[in-house]
């Protein structure tokens, strides 16, 4: 199954489940939209064919969803009979923070779990990366290369707001790889009089544009963070902090600025290589240590290797940005 938020890869990590578990003799069931299905009893066999050409394709083609079957049931009650029912003797979740955190409760209730990890802020603890999170960055390189160039021509501060959650990862490599002028991430309060005050001097030293990365959490000067409310499933939507960002920069610097917010445009669509290639192995990795009959263990990525970590470890140990990677970023900034 697939949980939380979705993002490219994913259909490539089901792919190599289903391949390498067919090989081992093993059948293979997809449950339909996250652990709603798990508690609604939709899942359905996935053969060879199912899973054949999809790992270029973006999304997932099982579904997911933000439903918990510890908020919104009796936790390892509201599935048991789905499972039973399937058959199901190995879940293999694919999921980010949340739907690994859920998996890992479940486990320790009974049922056999490897998990995948996902999600786009590459904050899971236990990997080095996440699947999704390179073709993320992708996609916010190329839309700051784009912006640049009209903020170029316009004079503009162009602020363009990232996702990431709790997390920098996204707006520090896309930041860096983008040539960005300014990198606000969640690890750090907005210090706008500092921003203000590099700007003007950038300005004044020539170039008179510029291009500001500001992740969704990165908190203002109080410690506050920009929500858009909660969803259907009590999940807090980030958002907002890029329009505060950039009127607090025109009425500080007086220059002309423009708000970009990326949303959606950084998980959908075709994962890249890399993910393709990651989501491949995870999903190859899972099927095996499912065939082993291993439970409440995840698949991750150290240095170049696959390995097997402990899912709650992993899931309670939530991973920041690396300060020594955003300080070599900061050598770029204005
Ligand atoms: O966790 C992945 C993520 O894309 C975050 O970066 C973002 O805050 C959140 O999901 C958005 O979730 P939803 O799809 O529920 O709006």
């Known amino acids: ?25 093993v059948d293979v069931i997809g449950v339909e939209d996250g652990w709603e299905g798990l508690i609604d009893g939709r899942f359905r066999t996935l053969t060879r064919d199912d899973v054949r050409g999809i790992v270029r394709r973006g999304g997932t083609i099982l579904g997911t969803s933000r439903k918990d079957p510890f908020v919104h049931g009796d936790g390892y009650a509201s599935v048991e009979a789905t499972v039973e029912a399937a058959g199901i003797e190995t879940l293999v979740v694919i999921g980010g923070d949340g739907s690994l955190r ?7 209730e009974g049922l056999r779990v490897v998990g995948i990890p996902k999600t786009i802020d590459n ?61 606000l991430v969640p690890e750090e309060p907005i210090d706008y009089k500092d921003l203000a005050a590099r700007l003007m001097r950038r300005h004044r030293s020539g170039p008179d544009y510029s291009v500001v990365v500001v992740a969704e959490g990165a908190p203002g000067p109080g410690g506050e963070i920009r929500t858009r409310g909660a ?7 980030l958002g907002g902090v890029g329009d505060e960002v950039a009127l607090a920069v025109e009425q500080m610097t007086h220059f002309e600025t423009r708000v970009m917010t990326l949303g959606y445009l950084q998980r959908g669509g075709i994962p890249n290589a890399f993910d393709r290639i990651l989501g491949t192995r995870f999903g190859v990795r899972a099927a095996e240590l499912a065939i082993e009959g291993r439970s409440e263990v995840m698949v991750a990525v150290r240095g170049d290797e696959i390995v097997t970590v402990d899912l709650e470890d992993a899931c309670s140990n939530p991973r920041p940005l690396d300060p020594a990677f955003f300080n070599t970023a900061s050598w770029f900034l204005a």
């Open 231 to 237: 969803d259907q499933f009590g999940f807090q939507r």
């Open 1 to 25: 199954m697939t949980g939380g938020g979705d993002c490219p890869g994913l259909n490539a990590a089901i792919r190599g489940v289903v391949v390498r578990a067919i090989a081992g003799g």
């Open 123 to 183: 904050d899971i603890g236990g990997t080095d990366v996440t699947l999704g999170f390179h073709t993320a960055v992708q996609i916010v390189v190329d839309a700051i290369d784009r912006l640049t160039t009209t903020a170029e021509s316009h004079n503009r501060v162009m602020v363009v707001e990232v996702m990431g959650r709790s997390a920098g990862w996204i707006a520090a490599y896309a930041g860096m790889a983008g040539g960005a002028e300014a990198i």
């Open 102 to 108: 859920t998996a890992a409760r479940l486990s320790s």
